[in-house]
């Protein structure tokens, strides 16, 4: 790939190439509610953007070709077609009538199938980085329009911040707020596939081991405790229909959830769909101290802190 230079008029640098950033995301309060006849299920979620970013570059070239540094290169992360920046790259170009040529190399600090979002942030990413070098001058809301289509959590990773999340988590409210929130990352030692944690949810369900519908409560109540109340109330308003599905497929998350309470978080879910488990720190010391005993601890593959809110994807410089 081209080495990164100074950025030149309209964010091409003068190799020619455009870098941009987009973050991580966890759901703050995810409700599921019954699963639709297109096969989603209507969602109500607080998604938070925080400080873990993927970094996308692109430059010209014949076609499409797609490589991957950092987490994921192993092969977990496909470099054809099946990728989402591959997809968001054809998308534009039939959206705009250009050719889709371009090389794109996606460097992963964003686990792959972790429930944050990493596929999502590298689309969206994708399409900021290629309207600028294709000079296809999109609106914010033709990027969302093309975004919805890519996934559900794409139009996300585009705006970033906090957001009231709707129908099948693309249809997005803004949250304004200044506060910060800090978290710990406990990411697992393998993913796990957003549909099979939706099947078993809905298996759960309809066995009636769980109740038929959500039991995730209003969202209303984290979001005014984030408006104001000290984090260890936002702690108690935490929840995620999808944490038990994702229990039931991966047991030991559970020595996660209770390595974070045990090592000083006021609080811990399930990241999304899993398995990364998010924890709700006091501030940003905590948030080291937690980490280094999370290290030692060894109930996860990694630990990160981070907080949020942070803006979605943007160009990079
Ligand atoms: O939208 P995305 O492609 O990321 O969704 C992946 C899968 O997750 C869907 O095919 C569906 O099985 C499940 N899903 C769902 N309801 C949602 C979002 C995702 O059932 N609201």
């Given at each position: 790939?081209?080495?990164?230079?100074?950025?030149?008029?309209?964010?091409?640098?003068?190799?020619?190439?455009?870098?941009?950033?987009?973050?991580?995301?966890?759901?703050?309060?995810?409700?599921?509610?019954?699963l639709r006849e297109?096969?989603?299920?209507?969602?109500?979620?607080?998604?938070?953007?925080v400080s873990l970013?993927?970094?996308?570059?692109?430059?010209?070239?014949?076609?499409?070709?797609?490589?991957?540094?950092?987490?994921?290169?192993?092969?977990?992360?496909?470099?054809?077609?099946?990728?989402?920046?591959?997809?968001?790259?054809?998308?534009?170009?039939?959206?705009?009538?250009?050719?889709?040529?371009?090389?794109?190399?996606?460097?992963?600090?964003?686990?792959?199938?972790?429930?944050?979002?990493?596929?999502?942030?590298?689309?969206?990413?994708?399409?900021?980085?290629?309207?600028?070098?294709?000079?296809?001058?999109?609106?914010?809301?033709?990027?969302?329009?093309l975004a919805a289509?890519?996934?559900?959590?794409?139009?996300?990773?585009?705006?970033?911040?906090?957001?009231?999340?709707?129908?099948?988590?693309?249809?997005?409210?803004?949250?304004?707020?200044?506060?910060?929130?800090?978290?710990?990352?406990?990411?697992?030692?393998?993913?796990?596939?957003?549909?099979?944690?939706?099947?078993?949810?809905?298996?759960?369900?309809?066995?009636?081991?769980?109740?038929?519908?959500?039991?995730?409560?209003?969202?209303?109540?984290?979001?005014?405790?984030?408006?104001?109340?000290?984090?260890?109330?936002?702690?108690?308003?935490?929840?995620?229909?999808?944490?038990?599905?994702?229990?039931?497929?991966?047991?030991?998350?559970?020595?996660?959830?209770?390595?974070?309470?045990?090592?000083?978080?006021?609080?811990?879910?399930?990241?999304?769909?899993?398995?990364?488990?998010?924890?709700?720190?006091?501030?940003?010391?905590?948030?080291?101290?937690?980490?280094?005993?999370?290290?030692?601890?060894?109930?996860?593959?990694?630990?990160?802190?981070?907080?949020?809110?942070?803006?979605?994807?943007?160009?990079?410089?």
């Amino acid at each position: 790939m081209p080495h990164a230079t100074s950025g030149g008029p309209g964010r091409i640098a003068g190799d020619g190439s455009v870098t941009a950033h987009a973050p991580a995301k966890i759901n703050v309060h995810l409700a599921v509610h019954p699963l639709r006849e297109d096969g989603f299920h209507e969602l109500t979620t607080v998604f938070l953007a925080v400080s873990l970013l993927d970094t996308v570059t692109v430059w010209p070239e014949d076609g499409l070709s797609v490589t991957v540094t950092g987490e994921g290169a192993d092969g977990a992360v496909p470099t054809d077609a099946r990728n989402l920046v591959w997809k968001a790259a054809e998308l534009l170009a039939r959206h705009a009538g250009v050719r889709a040529d371009a090389a794109l190399h996606i460097d992963k600090a964003i686990p792959a199938a972790a429930g944050l979002a990493g596929g999502s942030a590298d689309a969206a990413a994708a399409l900021v980085a290629l309207d600028a070098l294709w000079g296809t001058h999109c609106t914010r809301g033709d990027l969302a329009g093309l975004a919805a289509q890519l996934g559900s959590d794409v139009p996300f990773s585009l705006v970033g911040g906090m957001a009231l999340g709707t129908g099948r988590g693309e249809q997005l409210t803004p949250v304004l707020t200044r506060r910060r929130t800090d978290w710990v990352l406990g990411i697992a030692d393998a993913g796990l596939s957003t549909p099979a944690v939706y099947r078993e949810l809905d298996r759960l369900r309809a066995a009636g081991v769980l109740p038929a519908g959500s039991t995730a409560g209003p969202a209303d109540d984290v979001l005014t405790a984030l408006r104001s109340a000290p984090a260890d109330e936002v702690a108690g308003h935490l929840a995620n229909d999808l944490q038990a599905p994702a229990l039931a497929l991966r047991p030991e998350l559970d020595r996660g959830l209770r390595a974070m309470t045990g090592a000083g978080a006021l609080g811990a879910l399930v990241s999304g769909s899993g398995p990364t488990v998010a924890a709700l720190v006091a501030d940003a010391e905590a948030a080291g101290t937690t980490a280094a005993a999370l290290e030692r601890g060894g109930a996860f593959r990694g630990v990160q802190a981070v907080h949020g809110p942070v803006p979605g994807a943007r160009l990079a410089g």
